[in-house]
């Protein structure tokens, strides 16, 4: 028997929709919101507005590509959480109503288990259980996949999230939002041994960013002069722009490099505590080619089997929505139609 599912992702500024087959995708559309480059950062607002734009041609560009009509479609997934509430609100409503109109089965899905699962849609040969380093604008997470649908968090950031370390370091640079891709950019051409920044000293398997962005802070107000707070030391604005222009790339380097060490450090602590020895990465941030050069120079000497997701499955998308909806659809994990979109969704 065949199982269609039409899923929607709608938590932050993309507007997405795909369709699978038994966890084949079909196809996988994102209308990417632009408004927000003016702002610096993603304003709620506007991309609750833009989502009401674009969800109904998404989605019916997601059937299109599939050639399906929405007759075929078996279950209607939606992510229910965590993300902004306006704009979960619009997908989330929007599929129910469909599910609703069709009288099929509605499935809500946890944005970041999605984020997991989104490694099976080109390795469905990745053995359980496997360790997955989740990396998002909004998430650090450890987690430990025993199943599809069976996943515990055994690390997170206690503070910043690891897409935040890069969008707001970005940001002391002078570059605009979205920040990471662009210290990506930059670092290629960059001497990542130039300076050093700290690395947290963090118990167990959680994370920390925010005193490695008050020291990048520091040492581009010093302009390289320290990594410290010091009154004295504070250059004029004019000498901070020149240091920074001179030392772009070396500074992006040094800093991708002591993100993603952060990254990799913890990201072999788990697999040394739990004896797991296969790791996956997931989420927006696992785009960038220093942690994904990282985590093969990991694994390598230590023959763990690793799996990295295709970039278009790394930012948010709605084929890992998809695939999480088949295996929620396998399990009858469904939603009740009463159920608020915003509520918390469970994993
Ligand atoms: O998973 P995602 O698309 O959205 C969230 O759920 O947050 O992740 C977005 C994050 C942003 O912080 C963005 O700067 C970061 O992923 N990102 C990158 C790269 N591509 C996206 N960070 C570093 N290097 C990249 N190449
Ligand atoms: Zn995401």
Same mark, same amino acid.
């Given at each position: 028997?065949?199982?269609?599912?039409?899923?929607? /992702?709608?938590?932050?500024?993309?507007?997405?929709?795909?369709?699978?087959?038994?966890?084949?995708?079909?196809?996988?559309?994102?209308?990417?919101?632009?408004?927000?480059?003016?702002?610096?950062?993603?304003?709620?607002?506007?991309?609750? +507005?833009?989502?009401?734009?674009?969800?109904?041609?998404?989605?019916?560009?997601?059937?299109?590509?599939?050639?399906?009509?929405?007759? +075929?479609?078996?279950?209607?997934? @939606?992510?229910?959480?965590?993300?902004?509430?306006?704009?979960?609100?619009?997908?989330?409503?929007?599929?129910?109503?469909?599910?609703?109109?069709?009288?099929?089965?509605?499935?809500?899905?946890?944005?970041?288990?999605?984020?997991?699962?989104?490694?099976?849609?080109?390795?469905?040969?990745?053995?359980?259980?496997?360790?997955?380093?989740?990396?998002?604008?909004?998430?650090?997470?450890?987690?430990?996949?025993?199943?599809?649908? +069976?996943?515990?968090?055994?690390?997170?950031?206690?503070?910043?999230?690891?897409? /935040?370390?890069?969008?707001?370091?970005?940001?002391?640079?002078?570059?605009?939002?979205?920040?990471?891709?662009?210290?990506?950019?930059?670092?290629?051409?960059?001497?990542?041994?130039?300076?050093?920044?700290? /690395?947290?000293?963090?118990?167990?398997?959680?994370?920390?960013?925010?005193?490695?962005?008050?020291?990048?802070?520091?040492?581009?107000?010093?302009?390289?002069?320290?990594?410290?707070?010091?009154?004295?030391?504070?250059?004029?604005? /004019?000498?901070?722009?020149?240091?920074?222009?001179?030392?772009?790339?070396?500074?992006?380097?040094?800093?991708?490099?002591?993100?993603?060490?952060?990254?990799?450090?913890?990201?072999?602590?788990?697999?040394?505590?739990?004896?797991?020895?296969?790791?996956?990465?997931?989420?927006?941030?696992?785009?960038?080619?220093?942690? +994904?050069?990282?985590?093969?120079?990991?694994?390598?000497?230590?023959?763990?089997?690793?799996?990295?997701?295709?970039?278009?499955?790394?930012?948010?998308?709605?084929?890992?929505?998809?695939?999480?909806? @088949? @295996?929620?659809?396998?399990?009858?994990?469904?939603?009740?139609?009463?159920?608020?979109?915003?509520?918390?969704?469970?994993?």
């Amino acid at each position: 028997m065949s199982i269609h599912i039409l899923a929607i /992702e709608s938590s932050c500024d993309e507007t997405a929709a795909a369709v699978c087959v038994n966890g084949k995708i079909l196809s996988n559309e994102v209308a990417t919101q632009e408004v927000h480059k003016n702002f610096g950062g993603v304003v709620p607002e506007l991309a609750s +507005r833009a989502h009401m734009q674009h969800i109904v041609p998404v989605v019916e560009q997601a059937l299109c590509k599939a050639n399906l009509t929405l007759d +075929r479609i078996d279950a209607i997934a @939606y992510t229910q959480s965590p993300g902004l509430i306006g704009s979960l609100l619009v997908g989330g409503q929007f599929a129910k109503s469909l599910a609703l109109s069709l009288r099929k089965p509605l499935i809500a899905v946890h944005h970041m288990q999605a984020h997991v699962l989104a490694n099976l849609i080109e390795h469905p040969e990745l053995a359980f259980p496997f360790i997955c380093l989740t990396v998002s604008g909004g998430h650090t997470q450890l987690v430990l996949c025993e199943s599809p649908t +069976r996943m515990e968090v055994i690390g997170e950031t206690i503070d910043d999230a690891a897409g /935040e370390a890069f969008d707001k370091t970005a940001k002391l640079l002078g570059l605009p939002y979205p920040g990471g891709p662009l210290i990506d950019h930059y670092a290629k051409t960059g001497r990542a041994d130039r300076f050093v920044f700290p /690395e947290p000293q963090i118990p167990d398997l959680n994370f920390s960013f925010s005193g490695l962005k008050t020291s990048i802070l520091y040492f581009l107000q010093n302009a390289g002069k320290s990594h410290a707070y010091h009154p004295e030391l504070i250059a004029t604005t /004019e000498e901070q722009h020149a240091f920074i222009k001179e030392n772009l790339a070396d500074l992006c380097a040094s800093i991708q490099q002591r993100i993603v060490s952060i990254l990799l450090h913890k990201l072999k602590k788990a697999v040394i505590k739990t004896g797991i020895k296969n790791i996956a990465l997931a989420g927006g941030v696992s785009a960038n080619s220093g942690l +994904r050069n990282g985590i093969q120079q990991l694994a390598a000497p230590y023959n763990y089997q690793y799996s990295i997701p295709s970039l278009a499955y790394c930012t948010d998308n709605a084929a890992m929505i998809a695939i999480t909806g @088949y @295996y929620k659809y396998l399990d009858k994990q469904f939603a009740s139609l009463d159920q608020r979109s915003s509520a918390k969704a469970t994993w």
